[in-house]
């Protein structure tokens, strides 16, 4: 499985971005897929989760009600909507995927095997 994300950029405080994740390879509908951060000088941090095949989610309490994952199957394209952003979100996001069924406690990135390049997110005061 190749993870392929895009649409970082520079926003101000209180903007939005939708970040995009193409995958390719072969998935299965229990495969977990997940957004995870990491800031200059700190350790990746976990973001939301997803079943490929649609189901329950999981965010991390920093992001709930602001950031929603979702993905469009027929485009093999996993997506994470960023809301009412802050300049604490400025981060290299990342997609990555798991063969494994969705947990909620699916937190750790050594629990995923695929990942994505990384995209920019810049959030401004």
């Known amino acids: 499985v190749q993870l392929q994300a895009s649409g970082g950029g520079l926003v101000q405080t209180g903007g939005s971005l939708r970040l995009s994740c193409g995958v390719s390879?072969?998935?299965?509908?229990?495969?977990?897929m997940g957004w995870f951060r990491q800031a200059p000088g700190k350790e990746r941090e976990f973001v939301a989760s997803d079943t490929w095949g649609g189901g329950p989610t999981s965010y991390a309490d920093s992001v709930k009600g602001r950031f929603t994952i979702s993905r469009d199957n027929f485009a093999n394209t996993v997506f994470l909507q960023l809301n009412s952003l802050k300049p604490e979100d400025t981060a290299v996001y990342y997609c990555?995927?798991?063969?494994?069924?969705?947990?909620?406690?699916?937190?750790?990135?050594?629990?995923?095997?695929?990942w994505g390049q990384g995209t920019q997110v810049t959030v401004s005061s």
């Open positions: 390879g072969r998935t299965r509908s229990y495969y977990t």
């Open positions: 990555a995927g798991s063969p494994r069924p969705w947990k909620a406690t699916m937190t750790r990135d050594n629990e995923y095997e695929y």
